[in-house]
């Protein structure tokens, strides 16, 4: 029997139901699923304001069933400081994509932290050193955090870098995340002691590149996670073109990621890629080969991370009775 109604989920609903075993299921099942050719099409649309931009993902997935997503996200980096509101704000619609009725609405923030450092995690767990021991992150915000804790997982870290143009932030993110962790992590004012480490994540909002050649050594492994829209841009084309370069999807990334800017600088073509994530993760691609490799994994975000995560939430959501249940057509 169809049930007429549309659950509604909020922030600490999501955070109450979901670890961060479960996103990065989330994230291998969507890109495997993608590999396979077992997803509805995706789509991206941007739009700048004058105060910040607004990005609209679609897409789906065939799961146990079919679920289709969207997801609707301003990004309004100057909300913290200003307004004590979160630099991203949005909600996603999961529908049921057999029959098209909104199944629920789901706050997006929660999701869109977790989904994508687990997505980074994963991605690095194919194609990062397995003994990785040594971790700098560009940026302390929320992906910033996100991303240390997922690594921190997922890795045998023993030392952690902060790099941040705005010391106060980065000796807070380094007080911070050292005790939360129980993990060393300094503050650097300079990224060309970033050759020492073996992963190395920029979650930044630039619009210019700041990571260069020189800043990374081989045999590193590199997750580019701020490019998702065009004017974004955090690693130099000459780093992309001397590496493995892993989008998370290729024709997205050559819109938006920082593939986009090294297809633009002339340093190399989307047909230069190593494989897409899903790719790797059905060994349709190999993964890491040599410890000298050097991989960069250009993550632009996806609505397929979107939907596998907001049905998973959605399924445990219905099992435990979590959210309130809500009649659209108003007529029952």
């Given at each position: 029997?169809?049930?007429?109604?549309?659950?509604?989920?909020s922030r600490q609903d999501i955070v109450s139901l979901m670890t961060f075993d479960d996103y990065f299921k989330a994230a291998e099942d969507a890109f495997r699923l993608h590999?396979?050719?077992?997803?509805?099409?995706?789509?991206?649309?941007?739009a700048d304001s004058q105060e910040g931009e607004y990005h609209i993902k679609t897409?789906?997935?065939y799961l146990d069933r079919a679920f289709f997503g969207?997801?609707?996200?301003g990004g309004f980096f100057r909300n913290p400081e200003r307004n004590g509101l979160p630099a991203i704000q949005g909600i996603i619609y999961l529908s049921d994509a057999a029959t098209g009725y909104p199944l629920a609405i789901l706050d997006s923030v929660e999701i869109t932290r977790q989904r994508t450092a687990a997505t980074t995690a994963l991605a690095a767990?194919?194609?990062?050193?397995?003994?990785?021991?040594?971790?700098?992150?560009c940026g302390t915000g929320a992906q910033a955090r996100s991303h240390l804790r997922a690594f921190a997982k997922t890795f045998p870290l023993q030392q952690g870098f902060v790099f941040s143009r705005n010391a106060e932030k980065g000796r807070d993110?380094?007080?911070?995340m050292s005790a939360e962790l129980e993990l060393p992590v300094a503050l650097v004012s300079d990224l060309r002691g970033a050759t020492e480490s073996d992963i190395i994540l920029t979650c930044t909002t630039a619009r210019e590149a700041f990571l260069l050649?020189?800043?990374?050594?081989?045999?590193?492994?590199?997750?580019?996670?701020?490019?998702?829209?065009?004017?974004?841009?955090?690693?130099?084309?000459?780093?992309?073109?001397?590496?493995?370069?892993?989008?998370?999807l290729v024709q997205q990334c050559a819109e938006v990621g920082e593939l986009h800017h090294a297809i633009a600088a002339g340093a190399m073509t989307s047909d230069q890629i190593h494989g897409e994530l899903g790719e790797i993760i059905l060994k349709k691609k190999p993964g890491r080969t040599d410890v000298n490799e050097t991989f960069v994994f250009d993550s632009t975000g996806t609505a397929l991370q979107d939907v596998a995560a907001a049905a998973c939430v959605y399924e445990k959501a219905a099992s435990a009775g979590r959210g309130t249940m809500f009649d659209f057509s108003g007529d029952r």
């Open positions: 029997m169809i049930n007429f109604e549309t659950l509604l989920l590999a396979e050719g077992k997803t509805i099409a995706t789509g991206l649309l941007h897409g789906g997935l969207l997801k609707a996200n767990k194919h194609l990062a050193q397995p003994e990785s021991a040594v971790i700098t992150i993110f380094a007080a911070t050649p020189s800043m990374v050594s081989p045999g590193t492994f590199v997750g580019a996670i701020g490019a998702d829209s065009p004017q974004k841009h955090e690693i130099a084309p000459e780093l992309l073109a001397r590496s493995r370069v892993v989008p998370d």
